[in-house]
């Protein structure tokens, strides 16, 4: 009772405020597109409207409908209806049109709408590459100069071993900047590098015949493996062959200032070792073992060396399986810290499991009785799951098919449940607004085309799509939250290299955190966020941090999900 008297408090002011809040009176759609066969939806601020018209780029009507019933989203306390626009299947180009409102922004109908997108987000991964010049050939004007080298790399006091004291010089070359600062953290590193491969093998035919236009195209590898690649040659050497343990981050002792890459020389470390470090490493070297493993000839005895290496740090970890990471006084770049390991223990049981065929690692994969949840860099519980569920047919007779087909189907139930009554028919809640909200979206997005691709129902197909039309357009806030992609999309992110060049548009492909009430960046941006509703509260300015940071953990299930629509929408 308190809190629908609390949220109708919350309407009135947002309605009052409305005439001034011009976003809220726009049409919300997907600004890149739909496939022909796609559910396309679109949201509509509530008003004296009953009903919408479809208008083609000839400025003709081609499909006439009705708005929904009015109805309130909590995370953005706004009274709006939607428009269903899926009996639209022509390929062509269209814009909404009601009554009393600008016209939406236009999208397309086309076959493969997400093409350009997914290969535009996986070239973020490229500028974001460390330890390489990007050439005019393959950046175009964001080719820029190598930065970071980390040839020379010193051993922490908090990482220092018997076989490498403090001060002791590593090289660990390679791998992706984590976001818009130029660190590098293994967490992080785990689930973003997953999420690829996984991409990968659920789709292998889409990316086979993909072209991304990286330095290595043409090796007689997927470029989206290239890419991979550079961050996991680079994972493979956070790995301290002494004893298997794997630190934590390669990081400066404090954040760079906003410069190119080339001009940041500050001294990098690489610090403390870790459990969850250990357990994301071992999963995704087990994962990247199998993938792999068809390119012996391109990569002479990597598949091997790296499932060498996920035991490795498996070893490690469960001899040291409570090291959460404990930030250095002396060091003030990102945390990642995650003191519930029973997930990270989980996953890299269930990546061991598949890749090696060891029984031992599936009852040490069936300990973690917990529900799944939505994946995100500290809860990786739900991406064992995932592969486990892809690779249903190979696993020997200790796997239990019908609880893994089960734990899948039930978590993508809730979103779908959330989805099939949220007045945005997004499965997003009020709670799911953390940093970095857009890539919840994009990871239940993940999470329910398992769900499709395991049961086959329509409705979670249709509420993955929607996961994607929110990033692209179908939010709160009016942006497209893809750089470069849609009529309105960030033109300031928190990323050092787009600040920093000189460049009008930013490095495009990237997919922006979005939207958190907690606006922890406030103090020192100038200008206001337009809102302090979850779902509004956002603010395209380089110093915005807290919502309009790239990173790798969010960009990496924009490339799922790209792919595995366009894959299986037909
Ligand atoms: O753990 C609590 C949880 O109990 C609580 O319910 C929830 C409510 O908001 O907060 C949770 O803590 C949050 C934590 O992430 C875990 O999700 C913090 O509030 C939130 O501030 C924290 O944000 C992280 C941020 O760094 C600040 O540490 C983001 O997840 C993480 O993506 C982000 O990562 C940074 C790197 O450190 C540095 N590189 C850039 C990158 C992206 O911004
Ligand atoms: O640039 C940093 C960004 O990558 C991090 O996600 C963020 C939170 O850890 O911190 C940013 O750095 C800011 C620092 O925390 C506070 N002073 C301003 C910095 C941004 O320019």
Redesign the pocket.
């Known amino acids: 009772m308190k809190r629908k008297v609390a949220l109708a408090g919350a309407l009135l002011v947002a309605l009052r405020c409305g005439a001034a809040d011009d976003a809220a009176r726009e049409i919300r759609i997907n600004q890149v597109g739909f496939a022909p066969a796609a559910q396309k939806i679109a949201v509509v601020p509530d008003g004296a409207a009953t009903g919408f018209s479809v208008i083609d780029s000839a400025g003709k009507t081609v499909l006439q409908g009705k708005l929904g019933a009015p109805a309130v989203w909590e995370a953005s306390a706004e009274q709006v209806r939607l428009a269903d626009l899926s009996p639209l299947k022509t390929a062509g180009s269209y814009r909404l049109r009601v009554d009393g409102l600008a016209d939406s922004a236009p999208f397309t109908v086309a076959e493969s709408p997400y093409k350009t997108l997914n290969a535009a987000s996986i070239r973020a991964f490229y500028f974001n590459r460390a330890s390489i010049a990007l050439t005019p050939e393959f950046a175009g004007v964001y080719a820029r100069a190598a930065g970071h080298p980390d040839d020379k790399v010193l051993v922490h006091a908090s990482a220092a071993s018997s076989t490498r004291p403090t001060g002791t010089v590593i090289a660990s070359p390679k791998g992706w900047y984590d976001?818009?600062?130029y660190n590098k953290y293994v967490v992080n590193s785990g689930i973003s590098t997953y999420t690829l491969l996984a991409a990968y093998e659920h789709y292998p035919a889409y990316f086979g015949q993909q072209s991304v236009k990286l330095p290595e195209s043409g090796n007689g590898i997927p470029d989206i493996l290239n890419e991979a690649l550079w961050n996991l040659d680079r994972m493979l050497s956070m790995q301290d062959p002494a004893d298997g343990g794997v630190y934590h981050k390669l990081t400066n002792l404090s954040?760079d200032g906003?410069v190119m890459p080339d001009q940041a020389r500050t001294p990098r470390y690489v610090v403390q070792k870790g459990t969850a470090a250990a357990l994301d490493f071992a999963a995704v070297m087990a994962v990247a073992s199998r993938v792999m493993a068809p390119y012996e000839a391109q990569r002479p005895g990597l598949s091997a060396r790296m499932l060498a290496a996920a035991e490795a740090a498996w070893k490690w970890a469960k001899a040291n399986p409570a090291r959460s990471y404990q930030q250095p006084a002396d060091v003030f770049t990102?945390g990642y810290g995650d003191k519930s390991l029973a997930d990270e223990f989980a996953w890299a049981a269930a990546e061991l499991y598949i890749s090696s065929g060891k029984g031992g690692y599936y009852a040490a994969f069936s300990e973690d009785q917990a529900r799944l949840d939505t994946p995100g860099w500290g809860n990786v519980r739900t991406l064992g799951w995932i592969s486990l569920a892809h690779h249903l047919q190979r696993l020997g007779p200790e796997a239990d098919r019908a609880r893994i087909a089960a734990g899948i189907t039930a978590l993508a139930g809730q979103l779908r449940t959330e989805w099939n009554s949220s007045a945005y028919k997004v499965a997003m809640k009020k709670s799911d607004f953390v940093w970095g909200s857009n890539a919840v979206a994009l990871n239940q997005g993940m999470v329910l085309l398992q769900a499709y691709r395991l049961n086959g129902p329509a409705d979670d197909l249709r509420a993955a799509q929607s996961a994607l039309d929110y990033v692209l357009g179908r939010n709160a806030t009016g942006y497209s939250f893809v750089t470069g992609f849609g009529a309105r999309s960030p033109m300031h992110p928190?990323h050092r290299p787009s600040e920093a060049d000189k460049v009008a548009a930013p490095v495009p492909g990237f997919v922006v955190g979005g939207p958190q009430a907690g606006q922890q960046d406030k103090a020192?941006c100038r200008k206001p966020y337009q809102s302090a509703l979850p779902a509004k509260s956002y603010l395209d300015e380089h110093c915005s941090?807290a919502s309009n940071?790239v990173a790798i953990n969010w960009n990496a299930p924009l490339v799922y999900l790209s792919a595995g629509l366009d894959a299986l929408t037909h």
Do not use: I, M, R
């Open positions: 976001a818009g600062d954040f906003v990102g928190h020192g941090y940071e």
